[in-house]
């Protein structure tokens, strides 16, 4: 199926450190989305993100996080300042219009 | 707010046989859309075979079938002809779309499937 990217595959930081993880989404899609994985549990959504504005976030999805898609580039999640219970697997999955969501590999973040 | 519960925990089948998963779900939507989506050993999410409500033929993806029964609000995932490589995590999600028109997905909580040799 389509594919989606993601950078880094893992990321080890300190608490309090800023993170920044990077999606690539496939290329004809509009709609981008992460999602938070803790120890194979339940996939928990975080935010979306159409026409360079988010368009719903979860309570998860914390003062502390930000996205963005600057001039078509990577879609990045930001976690600033990180803490221990960020710790998690994200993805990053992106749709077109009404479409199914593709997922990433996922992004191991381990804050210590 | 919609969702998703998916009961069995754990199923495990011989090889080369057919397998059931279970997905029952809430919505108060009158058209919705469900998916099933599976994460491999590695941590890959793999999206399987999607059902939408308005569509009354139940699914069809290779060796992946749903059996799809609107009234139980019931959307079961049949693997037939199994292999060891379907060993995985399972998981069942409904689209869930607000009226800004941004959608999401809410996942089950999955079902870990292993094929026995």
């Known amino acids: 199926g389509p594919k989606v990217l993601q950078i880094p595959s893992h990321q080890i930081i300190d608490m309090g450190q800023m993170v920044t993880l990077n999606c690539d989404p496939v290329s004809n899609h509009l709609y981008f989305y992460w999602y938070k994985q803790i120890l194979g549990q339940q996939m928990e959504f975080l935010v979306n993100?159409?026409?360079?504005?988010?368009?719903?976030k979860s309570k998860l999805f914390k003062d502390q996080f930000s996205v963005e898609r600057p001039d078509g580039s990577y879609f990045t999640l930001k976690i600033q300042p990180t803490a221990l219970e960020d710790s998690a697997v994200y993805f990053c999955?992106?749709?077109?219009?009404?479409?199914?969501?593709?997922f990433g590999p996922g992004t191991r973040l381990l804050v210590l | 707010a919609q969702k998703v519960t998916q009961t069995q925990t754990s199923i495990s089948v011989m090889e080369k046989t057919t397998v059931t998963m279970d997905c029952v779900y809430e919505?108060?939507?009158?058209?919705?859309?469900l998916f099933w989506y599976k994460q491999t050993a590695s941590g890959e999410i793999v999206f399987l075979i999607r059902?939408?409500?308005?569509?009354?033929e139940n699914a069809t993806e290779g060796h992946y079938s749903l059996n799809f029964q609107k009234p139980k609000s019931s959307i079961g995932l049949i693997i037939t002809a199994t292999q060891i490589e379907d060993s995985a995590v399972y998981f069942c999600?409904?689209?869930?779309?607000?009226?800004?028109?941004?959608?999401?997905?809410?996942f089950g909580k999955g079902t870990q499937l292993i094929i026995q040799p």
């Open positions: 999600a409904m689209r869930d779309r607000n009226t800004e028109g941004a959608d999401r997905l809410t």
């Open positions: 919505t108060r939507d009158s058209s919705y859309f």
């Open positions: 999955a992106s749709s077109s219009y009404w479409g199914t969501q593709y």
């Open positions: 993100f159409y026409n360079g504005k988010v368009m719903e």
């Open positions: 059902q939408d409500s308005y569509k009354k």
